[in-house]
């Protein structure tokens, strides 16, 4: 074995456990949200995950991976690599193609979990099937490639957006608070008076452990996306995605005890996620202090949006939009404002920071890529819901609602209370 097959060796090995890790933080992902609902809508969440997993794997294998990173046409979508075949002579790495996918799918089906969150207890089984093809084989694909393909519009104006503050966490998050506004919030969320009723979560130390396991994962996320088992960067990635998450955190119990009087559990948790989101973009190319204050000023906002989306009657059950649409769009800017010089070299057309004296070129980037995500994410989602809502009711009854969507929907609770046993001869024997 020569040095290049070791090498090539040793990136498949990388990449495959990395985009492991990613696909574990869907476990997360079903852990927190369950934490977050009521118990009567676990295994209705639960049932979402699989569908992000399930469906979202195979239509990015059939077409999804094609139009996001097939062979090029004006800088808009891919044409080739439908189901890994054709022409894919473009992408120039050390590693399969098929390497490339498992990790490209990994992303994918994460972006679809951060609207399940914000959908939980209302929005009917069948309809999110549709909206999980339409997400991971059309809206993602598209924006994704405009940034990171290679000839995508946005990347070829410098646009930097190292593992998806946009491409994946604001696309998400928008699409998120589109679904939420298109469905309206669950019923006794709020008032006729306009006053807010807290909804319990049901399992806070599932949730935590479900926060824990998505903190782990995104070590993969992050510096995963160096592709490459020998990138030097991958240690400043690791403990600048760690300094973020770590100051998000804090900052929320700080912040929280300030303004409430007490350290508040779920802003806790969700500011640790905030400052893991902020910091996807510029994980590569910030220093350790200005990843601190990213996770930092990630936590506080993720505080101030929850609230105001509360008093504006916006019902998001786990904090979908505050913790990825906002934090999202803060790490994506904050790449234009601190990226080093010395770690941008090769990429987003040699622009930095305006922090360090690059001028105003990759922030303009910056803004103007985050505003087309997010217009396409809230705009495509809409329409795509619409167009479900003339086929298929979108939100369940309201006596379903009422009931919960695990009995409702999939006819079986997340937890009995009955006897340990059910007689099976006595349910089957004919009178």
Partial sequence: MDVAELSRGLDTIWVVLTAAMILLMEGGFALLEAGFV?????????????????????????????????KDIGGLFGSSGFMLNGDLSHISLNISHETYWLFQCAFVIAVISIVSGAVAERIHFRAYIL????????????SGHWVWAVNGWLGKL????????????????????????????????????????????????????????????????NAGSTLSATNAAIG????????????????CILFTMFRYRKADPPMVINGSLAGLVGITAGCAFVSDGAAIWIGSICGIAMVLVTEYMERKQIDDPVGAFAVHGISGSIGTLAVGLCAIPELTKGVGNGYYGLLYGGGWHLLGAQALGLVVIAIWGFGLTWAVLWLIRKAMPVRVSKDEELVGLDVGIHGVPAYSQENDFIDVDHITRKP
């Fill in 38 to 70: 009521r118990q009567k809508n676990a295994v209705s969440i639960i049932m979402k995950v699989f569908v992000d997993i399930v469906f979202g794997a195979l239509v990015f294998y059939f077409f999804g991976f094609a139009i996001m990173y097939g």
């Fill in 158 to 221: 410098g646009m930097i957006d190292f593992a998806g503050s946009a491409a994946i966490h604001a696309l998400g998050g928008f699409a998120a608070l589109a679904a939420t506004l298109f469905i309206g919030p669950r019923i006794g969320k709020f008032s006729p008076d306009g006053k807010v009723n807290i909804v319990s979560p049901s399992n806070l130390p599932l949730a935590s452990v479900g926060a824990f396991i998505l903190w782990f994962g995104w070590f993969g996320f």
């Fill in 131 to 142: 909206l999980t093809i339409a997400m991971t084989g059309l809206i993602y694909p598209l």
């Fill in 236 to 251: 400043h990635i690791a403990i600048t995605t760690m300094l973020s998450a770590a100051s998000g955190g804090a900052i």
